[in-house]
């Protein structure tokens, strides 16, 4: 069946350093891929997304791009602050089919002053 | 930013006891969902549920859950006889006009069986 497979947590990082959090996927047709994020005490919340390929989803200084070829949706930012710590979590959707999100297992990311 | 809010953040049960999860979705939305996450593990889907019944399923969600939407405005998860292994954070989630369009999700129930 469809998965989705995240880089291992924790991931700490000062402030203003760079961010890669790896997300690759299984999937048999051709999924929409986002990523979610839950800061302490909050529910999960629609980060970004991409619907097809070579696609980039971008929202508060995150971004990710659809590769088809690699099947990943890995997330970037060029720059953290304290307040990007929070749980990231990159899940996909199969079009036209099933309506459950997949999800991998989420990467907890702290970022120090 | 309305939200989606969830009933009790913490559950203590006893194994093989009834339990209900509460969730208020967000009012205009049409779709409605359960997740759950065991620790250290990924968040599953459970069910999906829109026009007042469940539209899709996993295996999980066998013959001791159920949900229901009594009032319009609640939407609960039962779980008829507790197992040790039901033990996880559950998420209650919503969205608008298409389902999977965008999530929202409430902060969730842990739900502890001893």
């Known amino acids: 069946g469809d998965s989705v497979t995240q880089m291992e947590g924790p991931v700490t990082l000062s402030e203003e350093a760079f961010l890669t959090i790896n997300c690759t996927y299984t999937?048999?047709?051709?999924?929409?891929l986002f990523w979610y994020v839950q800061y302490p005490g909050e529910g999960l919340q629609l980060l970004l997304k991409?619907?097809?390929?070579?696609d980039k989803g971008s929202n508060k200084g995150f971004e990710a791009t659809y590769r088809k070829e690699t099947t990943s949706f890995h997330l970037e930012k060029g720059s953290v602050q304290v307040s990007d710590s929070a749980v990231y979590f990159c899940?996909?959707?199969?079009?036209?089919?099933?309506?459950?999100?997949?999800f991998g297992k989420g990467t907890k990311l702290t970022v120090n002053p | 930013e309305p939200e989606v809010t969830q009933t009790p953040s913490h559950q203590v049960t006893q194994m093989g006891q009834e339990v209900i999860l509460r969730c208020v979705p967000i009012?205009?939305?049409?779709?409605f969902y359960w997740y759950r996450q065991i620790l250290g593990q990924k968040v599953e889907f459970l069910v999906s549920?829109?026009?007042?019944?469940?539209?899709?399923k996993s295996e999980i969600f066998d013959d001791q859950f159920s949900v229901e939407r009594p009032d319009g405005s609640n939407f609960t998860l039962k779980i008829r006889s507790t197992k040790l292994e039901d033990s996880a954070m559950y998420f209650c989630?919503?969205?608008?006009?298409?389902?999977?369009?965008?999530?929202?999700f409430g902060s969730g129930t842990q739900l502890s069986v001893l």
């Open positions: 989630a919503s969205s608008g006009y298409k389902a999977n369009e965008k999530l929202f």
């Open positions: 999937a048999t047709g051709y999924p929409s």
């Open positions: 991409a619907t097809k390929a070579d």
């Open positions: 899940a996909l959707s199969e079009k036209g089919g099933s309506e459950k999100l997949v």
């Open positions: 009012s205009n939305h049409l779709y």
């Open positions: 549920f829109y026009n007042n019944e469940i539209s899709e």
